[in-house]
């Protein structure tokens, strides 16, 4: 994949629902939808629990958060300043001042490794905690107690001591100067990491975006002071500024957005994190449906589907399962132009790019198990497994890819966050309604007159137009001089005019009846 392809952003704003799609050269690489009511259990969000109850074998808790599923916490999530924050907790109230009180928390020691779990928690105690991973089947959200507050360019640490520095940021020279900038704006109790991203930025740019941070972790605090019971504190970003605050670099061309509010919410995002492109953010004014527009429904229904296509017939067969996806990699109708071997080994390669754009785009997570062609040339296998490797360097979510067994399987493990996107690319048969049955063929030219005699009776209509399938209009328009078509037949019998429309985009069985300004009648 080429990390300098251009980037573009959609966004699509409806009543129940925001659904974003990224585009990289105009192809539908990462698709996702946040419901626009809320989500119980985001990643990132900071909630106010309780723990219900301990779990001493595993060295951990069940912590209820407000979802139907009870979060969970191992011990060494906790996070080595986790009693500054119980703490706070305990003390915090509608009579404290809340900053006073967070600045003179003395941090204390860290918490030891090999603690355990009833040694620092116990049943009924509140806690802070952070979504790491959504509830996914019957699992629920797994927790952190390490809060953090992610910026484009940093990640805000409350309760630490410590700045980190990306080690993707290689000159001392800037690793420093980046340092030196953080640790002059950070107030006591806070803590940092400066993420690659930041390299190059001014002091104001990386002024702005802690102050920010800061003032949202700060406003939590009234929520906490006055309710000590379990609810949310707050979200992370919007699922739009989330995307951007990762992905946003200088090879994104355009972000288009078809709300204003949302629009507006864009535009102050990437004005606070990348000045200079703000002027990418444009406002969708066009009469067709945005993703119509730029073709992303269409390949919505192209890409999530059982069967994917690929390059001169060859196709993917992927199935989810409860423990695993996997990925059949077939040849098709491909020609056999070339050595057997070579056409395996490109056949296997265009699977491998269409592999690592699906695992993106369905945020396919856990483990993925790749059965490609068998291949006899060892070196072949080599090259397959080091393009696959680079190939998933374009992916953000943390991955691992195990090379070819002697089967021909490949391994592939993604971080799973949330639950993988699912989309249905079928639809429900016109003829049947969806039940597998239909009227008897032979009495379809029954039902269409039962339709036509209401219409008359009922509205006095003595003019109609009837659309239907070729091979149908064919069957309605037979007739001989002795014996005229069903068509002259109704005709004559209720003393009406009939035109009839006929179209291959209809199913066999399926027509419709209209007006003379072919409007259809209900």
Not at 67 to 95: I, P, Q, T
Not at 142 to 162: D, H, Q, W, Y
Not at 192 to 202: C, L, N, P, V
Not at 286 to 310: C, N, Y
């Amino acid at each position: 994949m080429d990390s300098e392809a251009v980037k573009d952003l959609i966004v699509d704003v409806e009543q129940a629902e925001v659904a974003i799609a990224l585009m990289q050269n105009h192809r539908l690489i990462e698709y996702s939808r946040e419901s626009t009511g809320g989500r119980s259990c985001g990643v990132g969000d900071v909630h106010l629990g309780k723990v219900k109850k301990l779990l001493p074998s595993l060295n951990a808790a069940f912590v209820d958060i407000g979802d139907s599923k009870e979060g969970f916490v191992h011990y060494l999530d906790l996070g080595l300043h986790f009693r500054a924050f119980d703490n706070f907790v305990r003390k915090l109230n509608a009579n404290t001042d809340a900053k006073n009180l967070f600045s003179d928390i003395d941090l204390g020691p860290v918490l030891p490794k090999e603690g355990k779990i009833e040694e620092v928690l116990t049943v009924g105690q509140p806690i802070l905690v952070q979504i790491e991973k959504e509830p996914i089947s019957t699992k629920g959200s797994r927790l952190t107690c390490e809060i953090s507050l992610a910026g484009r360019n940093v990640v805000l640490m409350p309760f630490s001591n410590k700045v980190s520095v990306s080690q993707k940021i290689q000159t001392k020279e800037e690793r420093k100067r980046l340092e030196t900038i953080i640790k002059a704006i950070l107030p006591r109790n806070y803590g940092a990491i400066i993420r690659t991203a930041a390299e190059g930025k001014s002091a104001s740019i990386l002024d702005n975006e802690l102050t920010a941070l800061i003032l949202k972790w700060e406003n939590s605090w009234k929520s906490l002071s006055r309710d000590k019971s379990v609810h949310l504190l707050f979200s992370e970003y919007s699922k739009t500024t989330t995307i951007l605050r990762d992905l946003l670099n200088d090879s994104f061309s355009n972000i288009f957005v078809n709300d204003k509010n949302v629009y507006e919410e864009v535009c102050k995002y990437v004005a606070m994190i990348s000045p200079e492109q703000e002027k990418i953010v444009k406002l969708y004014n066009g009469k067709d449906a945005i993703f119509d527009h730029f073709e992303v429904t269409r390949q919505i229904k192209s890409s999530f589907g059982k069967v994917v296509p690929l390059k001169q017939g060859a196709y993917l067969v992927i199935e989810h399962t409860e423990a695993l996806h996997v990925v059949d990699v077939n040849s098709g109708t491909r020609g056999r132009n070339k050595a057997q071997e070579q056409n395996t080994y490109d056949v296997n390669c265009y699977a491998a790019e269409e592999i690592a754009r699906q695992m993106r785009l369905r945020d396919m997570g856990g483990i993925v198990i790749v059965d490609f062609i068998d291949m006899d040339d060892p070196e072949h296998r080599t090259m397959l497994y080091n393009y696959m490797v680079e190939l998933m360097k374009e992916d953000r979510a943390k991955h691992n890819v195990l090379p070819l067994t002697k089967f021909g399987l490949m391994q592939i493990t993604r971080q799973r966050v949330r639950p993988a996107t699912e989309i249905s690319t079928v639809e429900q048969c016109p003829c049947c309604g969806g039940t597998g049955k239909i009227t008897a063929s032979i009495l379809i030219d029954e039902k269409i007159e039962r339709e036509i005699v209401y219409f008359v009776e009922e509205n006095g209509l003595r003019k109609f137009t009837i659309k239907v399938n070729p091979l149908l209009g064919a069957y309605l328009t037979r007739g001989t001089l002795l014996k005229p078509s069903i068509i002259r037949k109704w005709e004559k019998t209720y003393g009406i005019k009939l035109k009839l429309e006929e179209s291959s985009s209809y199913a066999l069985l399926q027509y419709e009846v209209a007006d003379s300004q072919g409007v259809r009648l209900e």
